[in-house]
């Protein structure tokens, strides 16, 4: 069995001085046997400054790494005893599916990073032109604009099919529509966090919007994604006001790939049918790792969206970047201070993504994450049975894993994630669902031990009764 992380310290209880494994206890009738897992001394005092000291981001497990290499992270030598290796299964949020620290995007950095790294919009930047020729050739489409992070990509897109919808199709500014859909993710900036699913947190910060919403403006009912009926039912009532729906055609999220596909293809056909802009969101689910350089490109050859969306792995994850492409007649409606960034199409941004996209094709990454995936599908066949699973899907590089939680029997994601980090594999624990990602340059033999791994945490997080860190966020406290 593989043995709880160096970063964790393993502490008998002291009630009759035995020593057991995670493994054993799940058998064992003496619980009081078990060893607890707990953070180490400098692990727990920096989860304990970041809630001192900052605020806001997402709920990671507990784990803290300084170095990666592949599909490979290390933890800080001075928080785990020995430096311990760890499997990386979420590829940082999909921007390294080239891996960490890949050498051609390594070498392609330093290169530009000795000449120039920020040449901005107060000038012009001589790689920026050759840049933007090659991207629209392509990927088909007339032009080009820059921005920093997916967030502002999408705000910009939603920005230009506005201003189209007013100036080409004459809606009143203040009556166009932008349609997201339920359960898409689209990041949490004030001019995108309104396309996504309403919360209590986004009202009190006054950030509802009767222009960006993802449900019906007469019902409230939401978008459903999967649910075809529920856009089909909106746009026949309000298309004569809608700019754009901004969809991510595959999401991994607990859908089937035939519904996933056969859903975005209708969303695609409606927004035809309407006059109405389709905006591919890729900045996560793109640049390879669906094994489809863009995860549009599963719902058929003549599926063109009419803007595009990336960011993330485009760069693979060395700098961040983010670009939407569009054709003429939509992209002039945009002027000059109408967009930009300080940190926008910088030559340190292109090396970074002209160095990505190579390697994605001289190294056929595209191929490998469908070998991935179908590699995943063979070693976890036998989930379907596991009273734990619900369900795996996958998609390329990208799994999903529902967890069927039971608090009485203390199982949750979160529980089977802690186990997994303890084992030194680290991932994403949802409520109820484990998500994964990985690099398309991992290997056979390193798949196959995460899945020993998560496996292992599957079998035994039932048994373990004890506290697992993670398993409640720290924050909570």
């Keep these: 069995m593989a043995m709880p992380s160096a970063s ?60 990666g290499l592949g599909s490979i992270l290390w933890a800080s030598v001075k928080q785990d005893v020995d430096g311990k290796e760890y499997l990386d299964f979420i590829c940082m949020f999909s921007s390294i599916n080239q891996g960490h620290c890949h050498p051609k995007i390594v ?26 020729e090659m991207m629209c050739k392509r990927f088909g489409y007339d032009q080009i604009s820059a921005m920093v992070t997916g967030a502002e990509a999408v705000d910009l897109a939603c920005k230009i099919a506005r201003r189209y919808a007013h100036e080409v199709k004459g809606v009143p500014s203040d009556r166009v529509l932008v349609l997201g859909v339920s ?36 019902t409230s009912k939401p978008l459903r994604y999967g649910h075809l009926s529920d856009m089909e039912e909106c746009l026949q009532e309000h298309h004569g ?17 035939e519904e996933e596909v056969n859903y ?7 927004c035809k049918k309407y006059s109405i802009l389709f905006i591919a969101d890729e900045v996560r689910m793109g640049s390879g790792k ?15 969206p009419d803007m595009l969306v990336i960011g993330k792995s485009i760069t693979g994850g060395a700098y961040p970047a983010s670009f939407v492409l569009s054709d ?30 190579r390697a994605i094709d001289e190294e056929d990454m595209i191929q490998r994450a469908q070998d991935l995936g179908n590699k995943f599908k063979e070693l976890t ?69 995460g899945v020993k791994i998560i496996e292992e945490a599957l079998d035994e997080v039932s048994g373990y009764k004890g506290v697992i860190p993670g398993e409640v966020w720290h924050g909570a406290h």
């Design 381 to 449: 066949q036998h989930w379907k049975r596991h009273r734990h699973v619900g369900s795996v899907e996958v998609r390329g590089a990208d799994f999903s894993v529902k967890i069927n939680e039971d608090a009485a029997a203390s199982v949750t994601a979160r529980r089977v994630g802690g186990l997994c980090l303890a084992k030194g594999l680290l991932l994403y624990a949802l409520e109820g669902r484990l998500r994964m990602s990985v690099s398309m340059v991992m290997t056979d033999a390193q798949l196959e031990k």
């Design 183 to 218: 359960g898409n993710y689209h990041g949490l900036s004030g001019g995108v966090w309104n396309l996504q699913d309403p919360s209590p947190a986004r009202t009190e910060y006054g950030l509802d919007s009767n222009q960006h919403m993802n449900c019906n403006p007469t």
């Design 8 to 67: 964790m310290v393993e502490v008998m209880h002291a009630t009759n001085g035995l020593s057991t494994d995670i493994c054993s206890a799940k058998s064992s009738p003496a619980r009081s046997q078990q060893k607890e897992i707990l953070l180490s001394q400098q692990a727990q005092r920096l989860l304990d400054l970041e809630a001192r000291y900052t605020v806001g981001g997402f709920t990671p497990l507990p784990g803290f790494f300084e170095r």
């Design 264 to 270: 975005a293809r209708g969303v695609y056909d409606l």
């Design 328 to 357: 003429k007649h939509i992209m002039a409606v945009l002027k000059p201070y109408e967009s930009g960034s300080t940190f926008a199409h910088t030559p340190l941004a292109i090396a970074a993504a002209e160095a990505a996209i």
């Design 241 to 257: 006001r809608v700019a754009a729906v901004i969809i991510e055609s595959i999401r991994n999220t607990g859908n089937t790939y």
């Design 107 to 132: 070498a392609a950095v330093i290169e530009q990073v000795q000449k120039a790294y920020n040449i901005n919009t107060s000038t012009h930047n001589a790689k920026w032109p050759v840049f933007a």
């Design 290 to 304: 669906t094994g489809k350089f863009f995860s549009f490109n599963h719902l058929g050859d003549d599926c063109r």
